[in-house]
């Protein structure tokens, strides 16, 4: 027997980025990592370097973008000779599935690390159903 999420959220979400990474490959600028709670969606993005100023993060029709910066100058008297932290402007897109809450996007950068806070809608959470029974019962059988 095959066991698999019942949870539509969890499992749009495994679909979306499923795709996102066979398309586009791992994003060494900028990985992520993403998290399901009951309540809501982590989402760990990798960033260190950077100033926390360069991060935008924005939603537009259920996309997830954020962007940021790392710059590094280098001093008159200094010659680079092996550079393989990459460096400039990186954007990382992330397709969201509608049972999330993008009018209430929370984000913290702390350590190099882009946390972003997605809460479900309330129509997407588990609810428990009501068993009616006699008279009330009688009801919903018309």
């Known amino acids: 027997m095959l066991l698999t999420s019942i949870d539509p959220l969890l499992q749009e979400a495994e679909r979306q980025f499923g795709q996102l990474a066979a398309i586009a490959g791992r994003d060494q600028a900028m990985p992520m990592d993403g998290l399901r709670r009951h309540d809501d ?68 950068y702390d350590n190099g690390v882009l946390t972003l806070r997605i809460p479900t809608v309330e129509t997407a959470k588990p609810r428990t159903v009501e068993i009616r029974t006699g008279e009330q019962a009688k009801a919903i059988n018309g």
């Open 41 to 108: 969606l982590l989402l760990r993005f990798d960033i260190p370097g950077v100033d926390p100023d360069s991060i935008e993060v924005s939603v537009d029709r259920g996309v997830l973008s954020v962007s940021a910066t790392r710059e590094e100058e280098h001093g008159e008297d200094e010659r680079l000779f092996v550079q393989e932290r990459p460096m400039g402007s990186f954007t990382r897109r992330v397709y969201l599935p509608e049972h999330l809450d993008t009018e209430h996007v929370e984000a913290a």
